[in-house]
């Protein structure tokens, strides 16, 4: 009986994943998500979604960001449930309690002593690209905007990386008040790269695993 259960927990389709593919795709989408933003910071960048209003609030109030990025999703957590179910709602919690945790203890891991702007924004947007598309690909996300742009694509069949980058560029908007020009031109390429890579490959009609 115990060894049909593991089973059940490994068995996936081509149409549905099982626990284990659900569980691997959260930790690697979050693994990546934080080494991204582990490209930003050595390169003094800022982000856009809601590690973007993260990073804006621990530099204005020097709280850590992992705390911070925890606390801005939690709004979200609401319109989550209601939009886009109960199983979406926990693995994006799930989701995005490591990657705070994780943001937390993988500076002293790896420690990135120079990176350049233009780099950091090309890697950096490309990583946390990659890992959001994990996430999505198994029905969690990194919160906030994630969801917001999520439910539109569904509801209205708007890209979600385009939805996405729109409110990137108001959240770019506000960084002025704490960076160069330079720094935040850097920036928005990053959100280009990332929300670029999101809207080219994340299309529901060319990935029907759930």
């Not at 259960?5 to 959260?26: C, E, K, P, T, V």
């Not at 995005?96 to 924004?121: Q, R």
């Not at 690209?129 to 969801?147: E, K, P, V, Y």
């Amino acid at each position: 009986m115990a060894s049909n259960a593991f089973a059940g927990l490994l068995n996936s389709s081509a149409d549905r994943h099982s626990l284990f593919d659900d569980a691997q795709g959260i930790v690697a989408g979050s693994m990546l998500a934080v080494l991204g933003v582990s490209l930003l910071s050595g390169a003094g960048l800022l982000a856009g979604g809601t590690a973007g209003l993260a990073f804006l609030a621990h530099y204005a109030t020097g709280f850590s960001f992992g705390l911070c990025f925890f606390v801005v999703n939690l709004p979200f957590y609401y319109l989550a449930f209601r939009r886009l179910g109960a199983a979406f709602t926990m693995k994006t919690f799930a989701a995005i309690a490591l990657t705070s945790v994780l943001s937390e203890f993988v500076p002293g891991f790896i420690s990135m002593a120079h990176v350049d702007p233009i780099a950091g924004a090309l890697f950096g947007g490309l990583v946390i690209g990659a890992g959001m598309l994990a996430l999505f690909r198994h029905r969690a996300s990194l919160g906030g905007i994630g969801i917001l742009a999520l439910y539109i694509q569904d509801r209205f069949g708007w890209r979600a990386g385009f939805v996405q980058l729109g409110f990137d560029g108001i959240i770019l908007a506000l960084s002025f008040f704490v960076a160069s020009p330079f720094i935040i031109a850097c920036s928005v390429l990053g959100a280009i790269v990332l929300n670029l890579t999101i809207a080219i490959n994340h299309r529901k009609d060319r990935y029907i695993a759930m």
